[in-house]
T-cell receptor, first 114, second 115 residues
Framework: AQTVTQSQPEMSVQEAETVTLSCTYDTSESDYYLFWYKQPPSRQMILVIRQEAYKQQNATENRFSVNFQKAAKSFSLKISDSQLGDAAMYFCAYRSPNTDKLIFGTGTRLQVFP | DAGITQSPRHKVTETGTPVTLRCHQTENHRYMYWYRQDPGHGLRLIHYSYGVKDTDKGEVSDGYSVSRSKTEDFLLTLESATSSQTSVYFC??????????????FGQGTRLTVV
């Protein structure tokens, strides 16, 4: 069974600085999809970025980028030029192409200080 | 925004009573998921569905059952509610194209309190 691990329960960053959130996963599948979701206090789940395992190029969405290391089974999220609105829970997720299960990590709470 | 609605949004129930939560979608997506969110545990998959009448268990399925009699509705039932099932429940939907998987879209969540 696949698992997703987020080892940082909480992180903090100063406004305009850069922060990296860690995620590792365990799988025996060779192809899969990885996601980062953001959950602000409103509880709404918002997709931040996605990565297909067969693509070697790291995904980027504006200030958000990932460092995808397939051999190490690592999928970290880098937030550049942090803004107060980035404060939220961030969840890493794995989707299996065989079972279509979507598995989440335990989350990292990001605080952004002015 | 994806058309996904959870009902009720809040519910307080007594221990031992059955409870049903409803997830309704208007997107005609094939896949539907139920999660529970608890502090320190993130989102844990309870059950999911890959088509009408096709469901499978997630990692925390004990004490829960689901049904999907039509594409748009996915029901989660707590057979006999316990205090450990006090949680926020999320429904999610997703589809699968011939080219790539799409991300999941989430409902607004249901806060369930079992007293």
């Amino acid at each position: 069974a696949q698992t997703v691990t987020q080892s940082q329960p909480e992180m903090s960053v100063q406004e305009a600085e850069t922060v990296t959130l860690s995620c590792t996963y365990d799988t025996s599948e060779s192809d899969y999809y990885l996601f980062w979701y953001k959950q602000p206090p409103s509880r709404q789940m918002i997709l931040v970025i996605r990565q297909e395992a067969y693509k070697q190029q790291n995904a980027t969405e504006n200030r958000f980028s990932v460092n995808f290391q397939k051999a190490a089974k690592s999928f970290s999220l880098k937030i550049s030029d942090s803004q107060l609105g980035d404060a939220a829970m961030y969840f890493c997720a794995y989707r299996s192409p065989n079972t279509d299960k979507l598995i989440f990590g335990t989350g990292t709470r990001l605080q952004v200080f002015p | 925004d994806a058309g996904i609605t959870q009902s009720p949004r809040h519910k307080v129930t007594e221990t031992g009573t059955p409870v049903t939560l409803r997830c309704h979608q208007t997107e005609n997506h094939r896949y539907m998921y139920w999660y529970r969110q608890d502090p320190g545990h993130g989102l844990r998959l309870i059950h999911y569905s890959y088509g009408v009448k096709d469901t499978d268990k997630g990692e925390v399925s004990d004490g829960y059952s689901v049904s999907r009699s039509k594409t748009e509705d996915f029901l989660l039932t707590l057979e006999s509610a316990t205090s450990s099932q006090t949680s926020v429940y999320f429904c999610a939907i997703s589809d699968r194209s011939d080219i790539s998987f799409t991300e999941a879209f989430f409902g607004q969540g249901t806060r369930l309190t079992v007293v």
